[in-house]
């Protein structure tokens, strides 16, 4: 269960929200939504261990995340708006690197298999540069299908992806939340994802 208790965020001399609480539990999709600017990016990156908020606490299990540390890590994923994917590097090499940095080693067929399920077979030993944009977004979320953890928090994570993409990360997105997985994500894009349990929330 992921938990956020009174929090708040301040960036400069501005309150972005303030006395926001939720409580997530397995099989549950929390959708975070509102316009521009209200700190919906903020929030994920609290609740990643990106950033500290300016008050209340995020817990993990009923306990402080600050208290976990490693613990709470190895249990989630986080994949931000941006892909993050090195350009020099192959599409293999990207979702080896990036599943390795998490604590997750996976072989080139794994990676192989996981690429060509989210759309990229055959593309394996290109650069990345050579890809557009979609395509560096499926690379980045191609990481959900070789993770093992529980919370998912994903910001944008359709941005810049086909109709085809968007069913496919629909149904990984479902898959996951049918195995109690917990996913908490933004997105400026309708979607309709099947759960148990689904929850809103929105910022000023």
Known sequence: MLQGINLACVRGDRELFRDI???VEAGCL???SGPNGSGKTSLLRMLCGLS???AGEIRWCNTPVRSLEGEYFSDMTYIGHLSGTKDDLTVSENLRISSALAGVEISFSQAAEALAFIGLGGRDNLPVKVLSQGQRRRVALARL???????WILDEPLVAL???AVQLIKEV???HLQQN???VMTTHQEIDITASSK????LA
Not at 145 to 151: D, E
Not at 199 to 202: R, S
């Open 181 to 183: 997985g917990i996913v």
């Open 21 to 23: 609480n939720f409580s």
């Open 173 to 175: 997105l479902e898959r």
């Open 52 to 54: 500290n908020p300016a």
């Open 30 to 32: 929390m959708q975070v």
């Open 162 to 164: 086909d109709v085809a």
């Open 145 to 151: 299908l070789v993770c093992k953890t529980t919370l």
């Open 199 to 202: 929850m809103q929330l929105h």
